[in-house]
């Protein structure tokens, strides 16, 4: 199974907004509400960031927000800030009752 | 507080096997699946399996059919990610991770994570 596609990068200046997508397939993106993107620093672990579509975890800035439509799902950062430069990476559910991530995607912060 | 704490830096030869273990915290291990990811250098997240102490079950990426086990040890807490005929390939940092979920589908807390080095 192929790993959901993301683009490479994504930049934007200070307040602005950037969203970056993941398609997938009607076996993973498109069957479930459940998926999730992370963030990860150089050197860290991956932070979760949104879980199933568009929930965010006690913490998360509400600058954060996902959304899904068919095969292809979005987060979008507003209010850009230089803390949110990293890899951010999404996964999804699969009907095979696994897991499957994004190839991940670069925010740079101008 | 949820803490996933893994073993220490491995190098092995190819051909070789690794096992990497996961210690999780009270109530974490008995609740929650647990999930194993790995990072080669440089290069994105992938997905390797998990495991559901709670009824012994793990699932696994096809990927890996064959050459992984991932067990758990209601005892002591504690998850392991074995890989068998390792190859260059397998040089990444592997993580441990909770599943949660109605499914364990997404992961709120992460190990430190685990360098796997296999080099002759």
């Known amino acids: 199974q192929s790993a959901l596609t993301q683009p490479p990068s994504v930049s934007g200046s200070p307040g602005q907004s950037v969203t970056i997508s993941c398609t997938g397939t009607s076996s993973d993106v498109g069957s479930y509400d459940r998926v999730s993107w992370y963030q990860q620093p150089p050197g860290t672990a991956p932070k979760l960031m949104i879980y199933e579509v568009s929930n965010r975890p006690s913490g998360v800035p509400d600058r954060f927000s996902g959304s899904k439509s068919g095969n292809t799902a979005s987060l979008t950062i507003s209010g850009l800030q230089a803390e949110d430069e990293g890899d951010y990476y999404c996964s999804s559910y699969t009907t095979s009752s696994t897991v499957i991530f994004g190839g991940g995607t670069k925010l740079t912060v101008l | 507080q949820v803490q996933l704490v893994q073993s220490g830096a491995e190098v092995k030869k190819p051909g070789s096997s690794v096992k990497v273990s996961c210690k999780a915290s009270v109530g974490t291990f008995n609740t929650y699946a647990i999930n194993w990811v790995r990072q080669a250098p440089g290069q994105g997240l992938e997905w390797m399996g998990v495991?559901?102490?709670?009824?012994?079950?793990?699932i696994y990426a096809q990927k890996f059919q064959g050459r992984i086990t991932i067990t758990a040890d209601e005892s002591t807490s504690t998850a392991y990610m074995e890989l068998s005929s390792l190859r260059s390939e397998d040089t990444a940092v592997y993580y441990c991770?909770?599943?949660?979920?109605?499914?364990?589908?997404?992961?709120?807390?992460w190990g430190q994570g685990t360098l796997v080095t296999v080099s002759s």
């Open positions: 495991i559901i102490p709670i009824i012994n079950t793990a």
């Open positions: 991770a909770r599943g949660n979920g109605a499914v364990a589908d997404f992961f709120d807390y």
